[in-house]
């Protein structure tokens, strides 16, 4: 087989990206080349231009890749399966080999069920010295003192640990899933997410595992995948449950709400004898935790949240040797390597990394290649599908307020990895998957997905009308436009605008601008004792949309005082009631500590305290 490689070097960027085409590829018709080109997504529901990663209009937006370099100097500890010891060479090659005292284990112990999301406590003091210490906890502090009993070193560990009875439970529910005629085959599933990555972020700086998923296994990338909201909580709910914000809870807050009662997709697979896992990095800011009380018992198996609180109590992404996304990698490195050969439903997401800075995806590239690379030579995946996915792209940031920068935001990135048997046996599920490559889809559809590997019986589900959520192994609808899938308009990749290049005549008759704050003003209401009133400071942008039936639809970005706090929305127009309404308003710049006056998750996008 001929292999063409073109090696395109980006101005500025500290990597090679490569892209490689076979001979097929290469053939394919001249039309076929020009129409790709132009779009990514071409169904009659769905239109989506092919936008380059490294494109003129933003290439001098993108920075280098940036790293931890976490030093491992001072790595004194050495674990070996679940036996702890001291590495004497790197202590008498340290400053400290003269000062070296000992080291103390901790157990970072919180009760399954009844405490507070937050909260942990160390028990179980062990001396580690001269003697190896073997361990049962799975999650374990580390410290190093010197002979005045000054900490030099402090380490966490999360460490996999077999659980006999856990073992027993899961086979005998899984005794009765084998019973049911209605089920052919088990699957594991693994969804792994990071944290802000666009699908065109992922060729900068996802180099290195980009070219392991599609050198090393049978993976296909959703070149359409569209977000459903605007921030992580948005998208995962509809993934994990199938819902949106607003059906979950009724209200959509939940500031005073823990998650337990929920109804989250883990708790079918557990109730089918799958073992249960759930990581999350950035403790502060997780899933279920931000301004938010998380879960008061642990909702899968396996639960590192006491862990990573633990971990975040202590300043620094580095902690001698690794980062916190590095440490729950290789957890599930092992993790996926023990249950190889038994079902599982894992969800890890990582978000300490891209959360504020997409060049540290390079960073990550690092941790998850390695990942990647290690499931692949120990066989890990051969009865594992694989969802390796972002939330959706970077909110903030100079490349935001371009077309490309749009479209990035709502274009996350999305992976299916499958077995090689699978992609074998099930051909007409696999040529399903491919055509959805090529169609607009979203979180909704996933869910579906595990859904049907959950009730997988290797019959293609055949839906009579369209569906917000349908299952990536049948023929997705390709008429499918955004609100049939459960997108707004201000956030769909389908909807074409073209910029209006004379704005003064727009806002002079109409004012549109004015309509968007006025709308941020009545959010605010119940909270004007702490938050100031917004006024315009200056229309940024406007775009018209292309198609015009009974609504004229515009995409505004303007900026308000006080604060400068940057917004984009759009203002749809009824041309036959001549009547306006905002859609929703997305904020894209960072707020900071603009909003820390208030504790809803939502409105801290729009508020500026007033006591700064």
């Known amino acids: 087989l001929f292999v063409f490689i073109t090696f395109i070097y980006q101005d500025g960027l500290s990597k090679v990206n490569w892209d490689t085409l076979t001979i097929a590829d290469y053939h394919q018709s001249e039309w076929s080349r020009r129409h790709d080109i132009m779009y990514l997504i071409d169904t009659p529901g769905c239109k989506i231009p092919n936008y380059d990663a490294f494109d003129l209009s933003i290439r001098k937006r993108i920075l280098p890749g940036k790293f931890l370099n976490c030093k491992t100097d001072l790595a004194f500890i050495k674990l070996i399966r679940t036996c702890f010891q001291i590495d004497w ?126 050198q090393n296994f049978f993976s296909v990338e959703m070149l359409g995948q569209n977000i459903v909201g605007s921030d992580t909580f948005n998208n995962l709910v509809p993934m994990l449950a199938g819902k949106s914000k607003n059906e979950l809870k009724k209200d ?52 590192n949240r006491p862990w990573s609180v633990a971990w975040e109590s202590v300043k620094g992404k580095c902690k001698h040797g690794w980062s916190e996304p590095a440490a729950i990698l290789e957890y599930l490195t092992k993790f996926v390597s023990a249950y190889k050969a038994k079902p599982y439903f894992a969800f890890t997401f990582l978000t300490t990394l891209t959360h504020d800075e997409q060049e540290y995806a390079a960073e990550l590239d690092e941790i998850v290649s390695k990942f990647f690379v290690l499931a692949y030579k120990g066989n890990a995946f051969n009865n594992t599908i694989v969802f390796f996915f972002g939330d959706h792209g970077m909110r903030y940031g100079a ?111 109409q004012n549109l601008s004015l309509k968007i704050v006025s709308e941020i003003n009545a959010l605010l209401k119940n909270h004007k004792t702490l938050c100031a009133q917004l006024s315009v400071y200056k229309t940024v942008s406007i775009y018209r949309a292309v198609s015009v039936k009974k609504l004229l639809s515009y995409k505004i ?56």
């Open 399 to 509: 490349a935001r307020s371009t077309d490309i920068g749009t479209y990035e935001a709502q274009s996350p990135m999305m992976f299916i990895i499958v077995p090689k048997w699978f992609s074998e046996k099930y051909k007409t599920i696999m040529r399903n998957l491919r055509k959805n490559a090529r169609k607009l889809t979203t979180m909704y559809d996933v869910h579906e997905t595990l859904l049907n590997i959950l009730n997988f019986n290797g019959r293609v589900i055949e839906y009579n009308s369209t569906r917000r959520g349908e299952s990536l192994f049948s023929d997705v609808s390709d008429t499918r436009n955004c609100s049939d899938v459960g997108s707004s308009d201000s956030m769909c990749t389908c909807s074409q605008y073209t910029k209006v290049q004379n704005q003064s005549e727009i806002l002079a008759t």
């Open 89 to 214: 060479r790197k202590v008498n090659r340290s400053e400290y080999k003269n000062s070296f005292s000992f080291c103390r284990i901790h157990t970072i112990y919180r009760p399954r069920t009844g405490q507070h999301h937050n909260y942990f406590q160390y028990i179980n003091g062990t001396v580690l010295n001269k003697k190896p210490v073997c361990v049962k906890s799975d999650m374990v502090r580390v410290q190093c003192f010197d002979k005045k009993n000054a900490s030099i070193y402090t380490n966490f560990f999360w460490i996999y640990q077999k659980n006999e009875t856990l073992e027993a439970e899961c086979d005998e529910r899984f005794k009765k899933r084998k019973e049911n005629p209605n089920i052919t085959e088990t699957l594991s599933v693994l969804l792994l997410g990071v944290d802000a990555t666009s699908r065109l972020n992922s060729h900068r700086f996802l180099v290195k595992t980009r070219q392991a998923l599609l």
């Open 557 to 612: 970005t303007l900026q308000t005082l006080p604060g400068k706090g940057l917004f984009e929305a759009p203002v749809f127009h009824d041309l036959l009631r001549d009547e306006y309404r905002v859609g929703q308003i997305l904020r894209v710049n960072r707020y900071g500590d603009q909003s820390k006056c208030i504790d809803d998750y939502i409105l801290r996008n729009y508020c500026f305290c007033k006591e700064q």
């Open 252 to 303: 959509g807050k939940f500031s005073n709400t823990p998650m337990d009662n929920f109804d989250f997709i883990w708790k079918d697979y557990e109730k089918n004898g799958f073992r249960t896992l759930f990581a999350e990095d950035s403790a502060w800011i997780a899933l279920f935790d931000y301004l938010k009380p998380g879960f008061r018992t642990f909702p899968t198996h396996f639960f």
